[in-house]
């Protein structure tokens, strides 16, 4: 007989709103980032990086530049693909 794994409810990630976390995925990867928002679908990660590529089309940022870069990218994953979520550190 096969089972299957229970549906990961949205307060499971509310509980960690605006947090360091870790969530594996079905597939077993993981994706580290501040959880940023949530509903019944999605769970939506601010996820810590740069985007380089827009560096050769723009000066190099400085602290008066109109061009910062990113420092976090949105990432955005189905909660049905979700199986586990864990808080880190944030240093």
Not at 3 to 11: E, G, M, V
Not at 53 to 70: D, E, M, V, Y
Request: aromatic fraction near 14%.
């Amino acid at each position: 007989m096969q089972t299957t794994a229970a549906k990961p409810h949205k307060s499971m990630f509310e509980s960690h709103m605006h947090r360091y976390v870790e969530v594996q995925a079905v597939d077993g990867f993981c994706y580290d980032g501040v959880v940023e928002h949530v509903d019944h679908e999605w769970l939506c990660l601010a996820v810590p990086g740069s985007v380089d590529g827009l560096r050769g089309f723009f000066p190099i940022a400085g602290p008066f530049s109109p061009f910062r870069p990113r420092r976090f990218n949105r990432l955005v994953l189905p909660l049905a693909a979700l199986t586990a979520i864990s808080l880190l550190p944030y240093y």
